[in-house]
């Protein structure tokens, strides 16, 4: 009898435990903000970006009580303020270290769609950033 206690009760056990573990991310998931952390490049422009030559991602990170922008461009450094109220965001003030860079197609590319942005969205972990309706870039939240 306690074989099939044992038999019956674990499976449920489990069950439970991990139907809790996945509603606790979707809390977390719902609960995202400019601030939740790094955002990371994964679109650009239609395209995808492929990580580059470089062990760091190109990322953007938000303050939004001092209204600052960090980052990493993929060769510099990136650094900024912002204004956003409601969904509508601008970016100004946006410049980067000048280190000579093999390759900085994609890094001149995502610094100069920043001057263009109007607007935001968040969906889950991903940040989609407009230029009125065209979507411009989606970044990831680095849950890592």
Not at 45 to 72: A, C, H, M, S, W
Not at 97 to 117: G, M, N, R
Request: aromatic residues 10%; proline residues 2%.
């Amino acid at each position: 009898m306690r074989f099939i206690l044992y038999l019956v009760g674990l499976p449920a056990i489990l069950l439970l435990l991990l139907n809790c573990s996945v509603n606790n991310k979707k809390g977390y998931i719902s609960n995202v903000t400019l601030e939740s952390g790094k955002w990371i490049l994964i679109n650009l422009y239609e395209q995808e970006v492929i990580k580059q030559n470089t062990d760091r991602p190109i990322y953007l990170e938000f303050n939004v009580t001092d209204q600052k922008l960090t980052g990493f461009a993929g060769c510099n450094r990136l650094f900024g303020a912002f204004s956003s109220k409601g969904s509508a965001i601008t970016f100004s003030r946006v410049g980067s270290t000048k280190l000579i860079c093999p390759d900085a197609k994609l890094e001149d590319d995502f610094v100069s769609s920043l001057q263009q942005i109007t607007r935001y969205q968040i969906d889950g972990e991903k940040l989609q950033l407009y230029n009125h309706s065209n979507l411009l870039m989606t970044l990831r939240l680095l849950t890592d």
